[in-house]
C-alpha cells in the first residue's frame, strides 16, 4: 500500500520561504508521477506542481512558475520536494502530495500532465499560511 506523508508546512510572512517534504512508501514497481496540490478554504483542490519518477521530468501551474520547484531526493528517490520562494498570502492553502502510477514511462508536457482523478494515494496534507 503506497504512504505518502507530508511535512513542512508552517506560517511564514510574505516573501519568506519554505521546502515541504514528501516521504513516500510502499511503491511496487512501474512509473510514478508526484504531484504537490493545495487547497484553500471555499476554493477547488488546485495542481501546483508534479515530477516524473522516469525521467524527473517537472511541470509547475503558471501561478507558482518561478518561485516554485519539485524535486526528488537523489539518494533514496522515495522523498520529493516542494521548494517555495517569494511565498504571497494567496498561497495560503493545505497542500497535498499525491501519486498516480503508470504502466508506461511518463515524459511531462505542459499539455500532457496527469488529470486529478489519475491520483490514487494522497497524503493527509500540511497547512501553509503566508501572513504578516
Known amino acids: 500500500q503506497v504512504q505518502l506523508v507530508e511535512s513542512g508546512g508552517g506560517l511564514v510572512q510574505p516573501g519568506g520561504s519554505l521546502r515541504l517534504s514528501c516521504a513516500a512508501s510502499g511503491f511496487m514497481g512501474g512509473h510514478y508521477v508526484i504531484g504537490w496540490f493545495r487547497q484553500a478554504p471555499g476554493k477547488e483542490r488546485e495542481g501546483v506542481s508534479c515530477?516524473?519518477?522516469?525521467?524527473?521530468?517537472?511541470?509547475n501551474a503558471d501561478s507558482v512558475k518561478g518561485r516554485f520547484t519539485i524535486s526528488r531526493d537523489n539518494a533514496a528517490k522515495n522523498t520529493v520536494y516542494l521548494q517555495m520562494n517569494s511565498l504571497k498570502p494567496e498561497d495560503t492553502a493545505v497542500y497535498f502530495c499525491?501519486?498516480?502510477?503508470?504502466?508506461?514511462?511518463?515524459?511531462?508536457?505542459?499539455?500532457?500532465?496527469?488529470?486529478?482523478?489519475?491520483?490514487?494515494?494522497w497524503g493527509q496534507g500540511t497547512q501553509v499560511t503566508v501572513s504578516s
Open positions: 515530477i516524473s519518477s522516469s525521467d524527473d521530468s517537472t511541470y
Open positions: 499525491a501519486a498516480a502510477h503508470f504502466l508506461d514511462p511518463v515524459h511531462l508536457e505542459p499539455l500532457d500532465t496527469p488529470k486529478l482523478w489519475q491520483y490514487d494515494y
